[in-house]
């Protein structure tokens, strides 16, 4: 304010001088003059600043600060010092919006902006998998115009926003399921989230068909049992026909027993997030052992060869692998005819001398299994033949525990058959888990109990 005061004074007291010089040179007439063109020059010179001005406003950017003096340079000064620092803000505000589209993006949920008629301002790359849009082309585009399922015109008529809608859709990867949920905001505008629910809805549907098979599976025994009960308790009986009864129950009550053994084993396996405990097994001794146990299932009805070609070792859990590899031999030996062969093997693939995977296989001669089976067999409950797969005492849990256990162990499981003609069983060990013949560990397992077992035959 004091520099804007002496310029003023200033200006004034050029006028007075100039009205003096014109005084003293003509009179009054010159002294009005003369003040005059002081008034010009100070209002021509305010007009050419204020036009620099204007034209530095219209590209403050590119333009530099024009070099005025006086109260204009004041002007100046502050003007451009002002727009520094809205700019700054701008572009922070812009980065944070830049980062918070970014943020909507990558998210796993579809969202879509409606305004105030339905129409679409912006939506994300998800959502536009989600319903088929096209992020650019159908922006201002009326939402039931695009997504014309009419469950969700409905849904979206309605305005009823409390609850989501579940939306069944049709893409490139077949058919998925959709919740949709509406969320009004602002002045008539609405957010609209999505989500694929596919995976939820899929294991939600296992878990039903999870618990419908156990309880199938345990009322068939118990039904028997009750039968069995009501005999003894209302006939008479002699000794033999009250032994053939307690044998039969005794029956159902070991399939009860392995049912639940099994759905624990499986529930402790697909429940526990810690590894196996590592130790080094001695497969060309477990081949042995497991060459024993198909005999003695067996009792002398099939032909059973074993063959280690590789002395390596594994490493691993031995009470998990034993209970995955036995109860492969198990099927074999229970799913192939009376007179039948089963070939059991240990073999490595070497690149350079060094292994890239072992494999333990076994090969049978038995029934075979259909190939559209085979992606299935390890389901929990699934069977390819229910009334023969109940003859031989399985549960239906064998395979899919030994799946768990194989990914346990980086494993993989092959499955090679065809009906009629017998199946081929591999299960290849990637080079990680193997190890050579001798590898001390913290404790040897070359012997395993078959009761330390999880698995029972599939």
Known sequence: MISVAWRISLILLLVLVAAGVGALIDGRSGAMVAALLVLIGA????????????????????????????????????????????????????????????????????????????????????AAQHFGLDAQRDLRQHAVHLIRTPEFVAYLQAAH????????????????????????????????????????????????????????????????????????????????????????????????????????????????????????????SMMTQYQNEALALSGGRHQINMEARTDLWVRGSPQELHSALSNLVSNAVRYTPDGGAISLAWDAVLIDGQPRYAEFSVSDTGIGIAAEHIPRLTERFYRVDRGRSRESGG???????????????????????TPGKGSRFVVRFPAARLAPAGTPSAGRAAEVSPKDGALKAA
């Not at 109260?71 to 830049?98: C, D, I, M, N, P």
């Not at 009322?219 to 005999?231: N, S, Y």
């Not at 549960?395 to 058959?417: D, N, P, W």
Request: hydrophobic residues 40%; proline residues 5%; charged residues 25%.
């Open 395 to 417: 549960t239906g849990l064998g395979l899919a525990i030994a799946k768990h256990v194989l990914v346990r162990h980086q494993a993989e499981l092959l499955v090679h058959s």
């Open 43 to 126: 209002v021509a010179r305010d007009s050419i600043a204020l036009s620099r001005l204007i034209r530095w406003l219209k590209a403050p950017e590119v333009t530099p600060v024009p070099n005025c003096s006086g109260a204009w340079a004041e002007v100046f000064y502050r003007a451009s010092r002002q727009l520094r620092l809205w700019t700054g803000r701008l572009g922070y505000e812009e980065s944070k919006l830049h980062r918070f589209i970014e943020a909507l993006q990558v998210s796993p949920n579809g969202v879509i902006l409606l305004d105030e008629n339905n129409q679409i301002d912006w939506c994300n790359a998800t």
């Open 161 to 284: 926003f409390h609850e989501p809608l579940h939306m069944h859709r049709a893409g490139s990867r077949s058919q998925f399921t959709l919740s949709v949920q509406v969320f009004p905001y602002g002045d008539q505008q609405k957010l609209l989230l999505s989500q694929d629910i596919t995976q939820l809805e899929r294991t939600e549907s296992m878990r039903r068909d999870f618990v419908a098979n156990v309880s199938h599976e345990i009322k068939t025994p118990l039904t028997v049992l009750g039968g069995f009960v009501e005999t003894m308790r209302d006939m008479p009986l002699d000794e033999t026909q009250r032994l053939r009864v307690l044998d039969m129950m005794q029956t159902q009550s070991d399939r009860m027993r392995h049912l639940v053994d099994d759905l624990l084993a499986l529930a402790r396996l697909e429940g526990d997030p810690y590894p196996p405990t590592e130790m080094v097994i001695d497969m060309p």
